[in-house]
């Protein structure tokens, strides 16, 4: 039987599955369980994650969910994904346009073994880079995600989901977002790290934290900016991500850029009756 | 160079990782990193962490931070650990006073393999195992562990650490606390689960998920009953992981116990100058 993938695009842990197996050329069958429309909760769904969340997925007769779980998983189990921890090296040399020769010119003589052995067959993991690619995963839950995900629930998706925005929860939010980009900007992109940890492709680390970070699109824009904005590393980061996984990523995110136009627009309608209705004569007046 | 383990036993992720060297024989060093005189903010420790967070490891010129990836490594790193996962095999069976013929005999023949090959020598880590127990590792971050460190925080140790108590804060952590402890038993202690998943051995999350709710300790007793009193599998679980990892579990509690005592007889002389004040003659009245 096929992988079967349960995802909402909406959510960031789903896209991140998704885009791993795209990448990866993993064949699955991907499963939408609209969260708008409850799917999440329903009987049927909860036999396969009793939890009542997304992403989860089913391999066989293995039920498994939690996204960095999935993802740990997916890296061990289908041959096709290089050291179990990083996404598949061949997608990303084309990708950036690099020729095999070329890339390994650029390399230091230590990393020549990684290279060789990521691209003709699988070697044995490493196991510290493995280690270090599990601790950002482990800080993301607490920090990044926890900042990121209650910050745009409490400023733009709450009322979509049947709850209402918290500017307070937001605020609280946002300092956690802040100091989470930060740490994530001096510690793990310092120097001219194109990847986390200074790793020359990207890892399941990459793709968990940058689809968390990209969904902000659905917040205003000025609120964007004025959290991104002061972290350059973050956004040429991103861009790197999105480059490397191209075109799955842009693909998978496309869900998330309708849902951000049909906000915007919401909004501008909002101010621009607002302004309307500030400009009529008080009759009271 | 020995293994240095950097932790401050007040912390439920230190003890985690303390008990889990001292149960399966690792060497170690264990340093202090003192909360209270905020050491864990000092430029010598961020050197070591600049998270700034205990638990943290040095093992030769290989620094690593997050409990769950310490455990995880320690896991693959330490041949002693059996299966990468899971607790030795061999004290377990020695501090439940089995036999190993005995407990051969308890097992369906399904698990014959298992019990063999952990006893006998290491076996290939079980892909399916090891992402069932990733998937709690990672359920946890979000749901007991922010649900009872919370609480805890806002509801006693926070004044030690210069924080105020916030009885709204710790109501809405005691949600997410409660709403954890249900799942846990009803989905991972189900039927007569003696571990986390109806494994017959407890593994790095039954450590790590037991070790946060022992930090209930020193809350008031009422508060404790309140939340643990209606999970009998939950209390029985702690018992059987404290047993399996005697007497290393009670010996590296015991500083916790030490607050408790302190905290307590502190609340109860509150408590006798409140009464003593509310009987005193009112001069106003």
Known sequence: MMLRVYADRMSQPSRAIVIFCKVNGIDFEEVRIDIV??????????????????PAIVDGRFKLFESHAILSYLSCAFPGVPDHCFLRLSSFVENNGYTLSGLLDTLEADKFYLVTHVLYGRYPADLFTRAKIQSILDWHHSNLRRGASTFVLNRALGPGLGLPLNPQAANEAE??????????????????????????????????????????????????????GPHPRILQWIENVKSATSPHFEEVHGFLYKVKARLHSRLANTKRNDTQLSMKPNPKL
């Open 37 to 54: 429309k409850r799917q999440h909760l329903s009987p049927e769904f909860k036999e396969i994650n009793p939890m009542g969340q997304v």
């Open 175 to 228: 300092k956690i977002l802040r100091a989470s980009l930060s740490k994530i900007e001096s510690l793990w992109l310092k120097g001219n790290a194109k990847f986390l940890s200074g790793n020359f492709q990207p890892s399941i680390a990459d793709l968990s934290l940058v689809c968390e970070i990209m969904q902000l699109e659905v917040v205003d824009e000025k609120d964007r900016d004025r959290i991104l």
